[in-house]
């Protein structure tokens, strides 16, 4: 089983739906949690970054985090087609050492 | 918010020779620096691992004298792809970790190497 699970899509959505992209986790040692967005031929970029459960706004984007359930969700409101971009999650564990383990990537495509 | 730069953004080069990239932190200091190869839609896979001042560690499968890391100071980490051959071709992408303590990686934009 991989640490963390995230559906690589391709999840395609119209100008102005809401997206929902989760991803699942198996090792509750992770205590930071981010996602990031990709644009093609480009390095990720960070988006959101949590540590506790809850959430997490910053203008059209809402991280949640919950660590009962092991599993976080970014939410996009109004989306726009330059959010089309592959969306990776990432968690860290400082346990045995700093480690990062990324998820798949969400392909995410906004439709005009 | 914080700046990693990655030089080259792109490189051709030929088979047997060496390429050198190179991952700058800009505007904070990084005690460690991580390297990541990333195929056509594809998540990142880590290669090494780099602290300021000491060796590299490598994941396994990655051939340490093959790519060569060096991590000079808090604000550099270089990467050399040594002998290149095609099948090293790929896209490269540094991450870089701040001394505050949880700080979020923060990536380069990545080299993509083509080797002919």
């Known amino acids: 089983q991989k640490e963390v699970e995230q559906d690589p899509g391709p999840l395609s959505v119209p100008e102005g739906a809401i997206v929902s992209l989760n991803c699942t986790y198996s090792n509750s040692a992770f205590q930071y949690f981010m996602w990031y967005r990709q644009y093609s031929r480009k390095g990720p970029e960070l988006l959101m970054y949590t540590y506790s459960s809850g959430n997490k706004e910053d203008g059209r984007f809402t991280a949640q985090v919950d660590k009962s359930s092991k599993y976080i969700s970014l939410f996009i409101r109004d989306s726009q087609p330059s959010d089309s971009a592959t969306y990776l999650c990432?968690?860290?564990?400082?346990?045995?050492?700093?480690?990062?383990?990324f998820g798949a990537g969400t392909r995410l495509f906004v439709k005009a | 918010g914080a700046v990693v730069s990655q030089h080259p953004s792109w490189v051709i080069c030929k088979s047997g020779t060496s390429v050198k990239i190179e991952c700058r932190s800009l505007?904070?200091?990084?005690?460690?620096m991580f390297w990541y190869r990333q195929f056509p839609k594809q998540s990142l896979m880590l290669m090494a691992t780099s602290n300021e001042g000491s060796k590299a560690t490598y994941e396994q499968g990655v051939e340490k004298d093959k790519f060569l890391i060096n991590h000079a100071s808090l604000t550099l980490s270089t990467l050399t792809v040594t002998s290149a051959h095609p099948e090293d071709s790929s896209f490269y992408i540094c991450?870089?970790?701040?001394?505050?303590?949880?700080?979020?990686?923060?990536f380069g934009n990545g080299t993509r190497l083509t080797v002919t």
């Open positions: 505007d904070f200091q990084a005690t460690t």
């Open positions: 990432a968690m860290t564990r400082n346990t045995g050492g700093f480690k990062t383990i």
């Open positions: 991450s870089a970790l701040g001394q505050a303590l949880n700080s979020p990686l923060h």
